[in-house]
């Protein structure tokens, strides 16, 4: 990446080591420096990064970085896997208060508060609450069991993501027979999808609606919006004005995470996918870095 340059050859996207830096736009190049330098020492580093940003109300994309490149995404994979179980709910196919036994699930403790609760069940629209607020793995795997990957797959197709797939439900650990990763996904697909929800157009407004209220409890807000100095716990009506609204994803060498910010000036949907060699707690604070400093200058733009 390094410091913008409409000028620089070809050549010289290319980082030490012969590792390719990610592509960017004109239009990046213009602003977000403090950005590209963070993600520019990412892929010197040897981690995969793909990036998109979105101007929610002109349309125009702010800054792209090989958006296009699918990368696991860990957690945030689990939003179509919410927009299906919201649809679900409202065409009748599922009971929000069908209630799901927690003995009858495999234990999984990757993440989550539920395995720690003393009410062993829970109804179906209360484990959305908490796979999407706490990142709960174990009532995501719930939420899986009863609308099911197939369900997920062709809800994807319908909203136009080719690239983005859930691919299995959390688990402890991953043995030869099963899939990867929970999840992929380009920031290309996750950027438009988190508009979609925001604007009302993921499957219906009420559908929307829903999956963007759940979605609002996220308490993750170390990444990037660890800049909108949000309260982590009560940031649905934001005194300040800021609309705002995300997702993360983290598991070994994988972090990721897409939203939407919107404030006084302008609104975005944006994306950041990095996938790193998780080495060291040196090389997990550069990723985490890069995602902060991402925040600083979006809130910049916002607001």
């Known amino acids: 990446m390094g410091t913008p340059d409409p000028l620089r050859s070809s050549e010289k996207q290319q ?34 990064v793909s990036i998109r940003v979105d101007d929610l109300d002109t349309g125009e994309t702010v800054i792209v970085g090989d958006d296009h490149e699918t990368l696991p995404v860990a957690g945030l994979g689990i939003v179509p896997l919410l927009i299906e179980t919201a649809a679900a709910f409202e065409e009748g196919r599922l009971d929000p208060l069908e209630i799901i036994d927690r003995e009858q699930l495999p234990a999984v403790a990757v993440s989550g508060v539920w395995q720690h609760l003393k009410a062993p069940a829970l109804p179906l629209a209360d484990l959305a609450v908490l796979a999407s607020g706490a990142g709960d793995a174990l009532a995501a795997n719930a939420l899986l069991g009863r609308v099911g990957l197939d369900a997920v797959h062709t809800r994807l197709e319908s909203l136009g993501l080719e690239k983005t797939a ?10 030869p027979d099963d899939a990867p990763h929970v999840a992929l996904g380009t920031a290309r697909e996750f950027a438009a999808l988190f508009s979609s929800l925001v604007n009302s157009q993921a499957v219906s407004p009420a559908v929307s609606a829903q999956v963007s209220e759940w979605l609002s409890l996220n308490v993750d807000l170390t990444l990037v919006a660890s800049a909108t100095g949000l309260d ?8 300040h004005g800021l609309l705002f ?6 598991g070994d060498g994988i972090r990721a995470e897409a939203g939407v910010l919107a404030g006084p000036r302008a609104g975005v949907s944006y994306a950041l996918l990095v996938a790193f060699d998780d080495l060291s707690i040196a090389h997990r604070l550069r990723v985490h870095d890069a995602f902060r400093t991402l925040g600083v200058e979006l809130m910049e733009y916002v607001y």
């Open 15 to 48: 980082s030490r080591g012969g590792r390719r830096r990610p592509r960017r736009s004109a239009a990046a190049r213009r602003s977000f420096s403090a950005t590209w330098k963070a993600l520019d020492e990412l892929a010197a580093s040897g981690a995969r």
């Open 166 to 175: 859930l691919l299995d439900g959390f688990r402890n650990e991953r043995g």
């Open 232 to 239: 982590p716990f009560a940031h649905e009506d934001d005194a």
């Open 245 to 250: 609204v995300n997702k993360t994803g983290r």
